[in-house]
């Protein structure tokens, strides 16, 4: 599995060359639950590199969310489901 920081760095940049994407990163003491803003859609669990990225709609845009160690990481856009699909792959690729 890539460097944690390798992964959270590539999907910043690749989350900024979407069209209306954004990523965040924040930085926890220790690994903890986090609260994500979502619609009555269901959420989707989709493992990439041994990690589960929770995938949910909130107003039309797409988050994905995961947690890494103690860093809590989420990617959004106006994108579809598949697509942040094959975008969370590329995260983890090797």
Not at 1 to 20: D, E, H, K, W, Y
Not at 58 to 83: K, Y
């Amino acid at each position: 599995m890539q460097n944690v920081s390798a992964i959270i760095l590539t999907a910043l940049v690749r989350s900024f060359r979407a069209p209306g994407g954004v990523g965040s990163v924040n930085v926890h003491q220790k690994p903890q639950a986090s609260v994500q803003e979502k619609d009555d859609s269901q959420v989707t669990v989709y493992t990439a590199g041994g990690i589960d990225h929770y995938i949910m709609e909130n107003n039309e845009v797409l988050t994905a969310t995961w947690f890494a160690d103690n860093l809590e990481c989420s990617i959004m856009g106006e994108i579809s489901e598949s697509d942040m699909e094959a975008m969370i792959s590329s995260i983890n690729e090797e």
